[in-house]
């Protein structure tokens, strides 16, 4: 019995040194960063940059030499996004839940003075698609998913909005999707909360776009398209035309370098899709 209990022993110590050994890699690299801003190069700060569409981003942002503030909920696990800012030392890796006010004003105070050209309002969930069904409606699922996908890009760019002011483009540019058009799903049944929180987005952001036009600042819709990410997997869909994340940044990264009021004004605010189809409401 004692043997077996000295074994264990070694085996346990020696599971523990190789966690020690292992976990503080991703957490060094992460910390060990400080901020890289150069401030005659343009800025892009991005919401929900850990994987997907909002990584294709920051990759693509950062191959352009711009500053990219890449933000996500938990960055010491963000292993794509710490290697790309081994890459690229542009760009600069920050935590923030977007539900939370406090990290939201954190962040702000951080990068006080710093001008943000585009502020990219990226981060979004589709909620779990069981609670969206009628009759199975959810009140949580409800709240989380409009507190992500509605309120957060409104509550970030208030807090941000004195950097994007500062800046030479001065754009907020939000996602929205397809789904939030009552015209395309008319007849379709499901992401009841997904897609009314999408709606109500585009609600928000045409009128924060009528409240800021006067300080010169833009306030736009884009859609991704049908992109192979985890969120289009958890959604269910297996139709076609699908496109990869980063076939979706570059088309998108192009619509957003277009963007004026007078664009904005001509498209009625509409959102513009990533194959720069203006989507009906």
């Known amino acids: 019995m004692k043997i077996f209990k000295l074994d264990q022993s070694k085996t346990l110590m020696m599971f523990f040194i190789l966690i020690l050994s292992f976990t503080p890699m991703s957490e060094k690299a992460f910390a060990g960063q400080s901020m890289n801003i150069d401030q005659e190069k343009s800025t892009v700060l991005i919401t929900g940059s850990n994987r997907g569409i909002g990584l294709a981003l920051a990759q693509n942002y950062a191959e352009q030499g711009w500053n ?144 800021l036009k006067k300080r010169g600042i833009i306030s736009a819709l884009i859609a991704p398209g049908q992109v192979e990410t985890k969120m289009l997997e958890e959604s269910g869909y297996r139709g076609p035309n699908k496109i990869t994340p980063d076939e979706s940044a570059k088309s998108l990264i192009k619509i957003i370098d277009s963007i004026s009021q007078e664009v904005l004004t001509k498209n009625g605010n509409k959102a513009i899709n990533v194959d720069q189809r203006v989507l009906p409401w």
């Open 68 to 211: 990219v503030i890449a933000t996500c909920r938990k960055p010491k696990k963000a292993s794509d996004l710490i290697s790309l800012r081994e890459k690229f030392s542009n760009v600069n890796i920050e935590e923030l839940d977007v539900t939370s006010e406090e990290q939201i004003n954190a962040l702000a105070k951080k990068y006080n003075g710093i001008p943000i050209d585009v502020l990219l309002n990226n981060a979004g969930i589709l909620g779990e698609v069981k609670d969206q069904v009628f009759g199975a409606l959810n009140d949580q699922t409800f709240e989380l998913v409009f507190a992500v996908n509605t309120l957060a890009p409104l509550k970030i760019s208030e807090a941000f909005i004195e950097n994007v002011s500062m800046s030479q483009q001065k754009k907020i540019v939000s996602m929205t999707s397809g789904l939030a058009s009552m015209q395309i799903t008319a007849n379709q049944s499901y992401f009841y909360f997904y897609r009314m929180s999408k709606a109500a987005l585009n609600m928000g952001i045409v009128a924060m776009n009528a409240s």
